[in-house]
């Protein structure tokens, strides 16, 4: 049976990286339905925010894509994760098989992808029984769309995507590409999320009633077999999630403490 595939993103609904995973999903005979954010919104995690007063979320259900005319599109007014929810529950059509989020551009490795809403998305998907693969392109964020090797990250898609749809409900894999064409990256490599990244944020006390969020590259190496230093090496990297989880020996700890 072929899968109903649903494709989001935080970037927004005009991101080249979606169009990218839009086509992957078709190369492989798949029937894909967009639904992303109107606007670009990147760090939102598996935040459930929409754009209107009283939990209302507009829709523009008559959204065409360029070159993709004939993929049904909506531009969501809401973050990725309440999109994903959303599109769990049959808002965009069919409850999907499968999720797609991506491609992202920048990478989404270490226990940072916490905050991610390209990974937030996915997350809520697999909270929810469905599938889902969030995609990231490790690019340099201040440079133009145009010059980033997005068929390479949907290249690596267009390889995993058969297998996870073979999967349990509910999987969810984390995918990291180097911004390189095909032929330049090494083999796609499962491994741990790293502890840190080489990106890290950083706050800074302005003045008392300001303080500054941004980011710092780190020097330094990074954890070996871990995805950031894979990555970080040339290999694409791949790893699999547990969205939400119970501690299981803490909890019987604590409930043994209290008996």
Known sequence: MTPKVLVTNDDGID???????????LDLGWSPVVAAPTTESSGTSAGLTAAKDARQVAIDRRRRLPGLEDVPAYAVAAHPGLIALIACHDGFGERPDLLLSGVNRGANVG???LHSGTVGAALTAGVNGVRAVAVSLDTEMEDEPERHHWLTASSVATGLLPMVAELPKGTVIN???PDRPAGEIGELRWGPLASYGRVQSKVTQLRDELIEVGSVVVEGELEAGT????????HATATPLSPVMEHDMLLRQLGASRL
């Open 111 to 113: 226990r940072a992808i």
């Open 227 to 234: 995805d950031a230093a894979m990555l970080a090496d040339g």
């Open 175 to 177: 995918v990291n590409v």
């Open 15 to 25: 991101s080249p990286g979606l169009h990218a995973l839009v086509r992957c999903a």
